[in-house]
């Protein structure tokens, strides 16, 4: 068995910051990239950003410059540093990781059970 596991979400004012963790954990070999997502209230989940093993970042249009993502490979762990937070990024954050599970297996997707972030004055 493989778990995400996230915490760090709230309740924040605009313009505040938030920092979301995410441990993997269970019967990992490799932990390959691993990223954060969210969800709002009707509408689709949108990639938020996403790291490599090799510390390769990517990031939405609409929060780059804002947010930081960045990992911990010894401890399975990948947080995400959300600062100047707007209204708009309220929504439910996931966490997801692409895990190898022994040497020979492909990496397979998971998801975390989502932390809520609600940015409002």
């Known amino acids: 068995q493989v778990q995400l596991v996230e915490s760090g979400g709230g309740l924040v004012q605009p313009g505040g910051s938030l920092r979301l963790s995410c441990s993997a954990s269970g019967s990992i070999f490799s932990v390959n990239a691993m990223g954060w997502y969210r969800q709002a209230p009707g509408k689709e989940r949108e990639l938020v950003a996403s790291?490599?093993?090799?510390?390769?970042?990517n990031y939405a249009d609409s929060v780059r410059g804002r947010f930081t993502i960045f990992r911990d490979n010894a401890k399975n762990l990948v947080y995400l540093q959300m600062n100047s937070l707007k209204p708009e990024d309220t929504a439910a954050y996931y966490c997801?990781?692409?895990?190898?599970?022994?040497?020979?297996?492909?990496?397979?997707?998971?998801w975390g059970q989502g932390t809520q972030v609600t940015v409002s004055s």
């Open positions: 997801n990781a692409a895990i190898r599970r022994s040497v020979v297996a492909a990496p397979l997707q998971y």
């Open positions: 790291i490599t093993s090799g510390g390769s970042r």
